[in-house]
């Protein structure tokens, strides 16, 4: 192919990431930071380049990514949640409108926003996506977001 293509690496430096904790199922998105930190850690950035910043839930996450995308100090954010289904429509309500909320974030800002969350039937499906049975979540959205901030720096200098 003669295109001229265009894509993302993993080789990124100098940047500063916000990552957004729900402390609801905190024993899990505890896991899930460790993992996300772990795997950018290995990439070459720097902890004192992550922040951290917690919230009570996952319908929280959307404003606090807001509030941080809005300073314009992040190359960056992540969103790290545990929804699970329990027997009253509450799950449909947090899933759909913090999914919502992220990626409103995301276009709004013009910046990459990591979707972290994990939406699953039961505990132990979460637990087993964050560091257990299915792999750690935090780690692949971390690798999602390295990608995706070398992609952006490349269409920004297009
Ligand atoms: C209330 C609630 C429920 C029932 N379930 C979850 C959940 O599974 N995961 C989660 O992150 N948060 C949950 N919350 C809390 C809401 O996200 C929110 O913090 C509260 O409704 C207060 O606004």
Redesign the pocket.
Known sequence: MQVNKIEGTFNVKDVRIGIVV?R??SFI?ERLLEGTVDTLRRHGIEESRIDAVY???????PLVASKLAETGKFDALICL????R?G?P??EY?ATS?TRGISDVMLKYQIPVGFGLLTTDTIEQAIERAGTKAGNKGGEVAMTILEMISLSGQLDSL
């Open positions: 729900s609801w199922n998105t919230c009570p839930g996952s319908f929280e996450i949640g545990v929804v699970i329990g009253t509450h799950f947090i913090t």
